[in-house]
Nanobody
């Protein structure tokens, strides 16, 4: 399974981040796969943003729930992350992965700066 993140590298404060995770080698509807978004700010630990399950149900980290949305397009075998009202604290490398496995994307750097 391969996962590939894509999106803008630079976003201005208060704007919305939109990231795409394109999946190949397996279906995002494969039973019991949970497709996660994770980020790692500079010098900090990995942080779970949330996930969308094989059935389409979603979970969000409580600290990010109010401004985060994870969705998918089954026909495109792709999942998406949208995060609103960005601040410099959202600067991080953003990853998509399959929870509980070693399948990760390579990560995409997102910098929030004016």
């Amino acid at each position: 399974v391969q996962l590939q993140e894509s999106g803008p590298g630079l976003v201005k404060p208060s704007q919305t981040l939109s990231l795409t995770c394109t999946v190949s080698g397996d279906s995002i509807t494969t039973n019991y796969y949970y497709w996660s978004w994770i980020r790692q700010p500079p010098g900090k630990e990995l942080e779970l943003i949330g996930y969308i399950s094989y059935s389409g149900s979603t979970y969000y980290s409580p600290s990010l729930r109010s401004r985060t949305s994870i969705s998918r397009d089954v026909a495109k075998n792709t999942m998406y992350l949208q995060m609103n009202n960005l601040t410099p604290d959202d600067t991080a490398v953003y990853y998509c992965k399959i929870a509980g496995t070693n399948y990760w994307g390579q990560g995409t750097q997102v910098t929030v700066s004016s």
